[in-house]
Each structure stands twice: as C-alpha cells, then as structure tokens.
C-alpha cells in the first residue's frame, strides 16, 4: 500500500483593499452581478465573472427553477457564454461571490463539485490555467492559481480512453 498526500497552497488577503486593480475590478463586477441572480427559493445569490485575455469580462448568476435539477449555477453560466460568444478565447481569471439573504456572506465560498469538474474540462480544454477568486460580499478572499486545485482527481477525457 501507497499513501499521496494531495493538497494545494492558495492566498488569502484579508481586504478588498489589498488585491492589485484588475482583480479588485473583477470582484467588484461579481458582487455586483449577485443582484442579477435569480434565486428565489435558496436566497442564495451567486454570480461569477471571467475575465478573458481578450480584455473582456463575462458575468453568469445562478438561475433556479422550481423544479431543482433543471437550475444552473453562476460558474457554468459564465462558460457557457464563454464558449459560444468568444469561441477560442482563454479565460485568464475566474471571480465567483454571492450574496446570501438568509445569513452572512462575509467568506469564501468554493464552487460546487458540477462546477468543479466543468471549470476543470475547461481550463483543459483552453490548455492554460483559469486562475479564481472566491470571495463573499465583504471580508477574506482567497486566490487559487488554477482550477484543477480544487478537484485533483478530476475525470478527463484521457479517462474515456483508458481500458
């Protein structure tokens, strides 16, 4: 028997007040894309915003439904819009906020485990790191340099091909 110890390194500033300008504006634009978010049933407000290499932002909320399977959340919004108005575009930085009206949104929150494996295909499928922000309304925000931190034993479509 063999034992891996998986784990990663991320950073965590304390403000708002203490990122660079770009991912300061980022955040800015996913705290404020919470309020687009349709979420009646949860309270529970995400949006996230890609920052692609082009220059352009892209912004995705979650959007609930009654029946709760047939919902989506902020993160793959963002890739779907990502993929089908900037086909080929690169998504530099990912910042993903939400706004809860049932407590508190004063932490990081990470993304789900669907969006997890999604923003992974993703971050694969453009060969370059998509580098995340989390981060709440106020307080700390982590910064995670590339996706597949956040599921190292992701399936792949290397996976479909191994016997």
Request: glycine content about 6%.
């Amino acid at each position: 028997m063999n034992k891996v110890l998986a784990q990663f390194e991320y950073e965590v500033y304390e403000s708002f007040n203490e990122l660079s300008a770009a991912d300061k504006q980022l955040v800015t634009v996913a705290r404020n894309a919470t309020a687009n978010a349709y979420a009646p049933y949860s309270n529970f407000n995400v949006a996230a915003a890609a920052l692609l290499t082009n220059g352009q932002i892209v912004e995705g909320t979650n959007q609930e439904n009654a029946s709760f399977p047939v919902g989506i959340c902020a993160e793959r919004v963002v890739l779907a819009a990502v993929a089908s108005q900037f086909p080929g575009t690169v998504i530099d930085t990912m910042a993903i906020s939400y706004n809860n009206h049932h407590g508190t949104s004063s932490k990081p929150i990470s993304p789900c485990g669907m969006c997890r494996q999604a923003l992974t295909e993703f971050e694969n499928r453009q060969h370059q790191p998509i580098r995340v922000i989390l981060t709440g309304m106020q307080g700390s925000i982590y910064i995670i340099k590339e996706v597949k931190q956040l599921l190292p034993l992701h399936f792949s479509s290397s996976d479909l091909k191994e016997g």
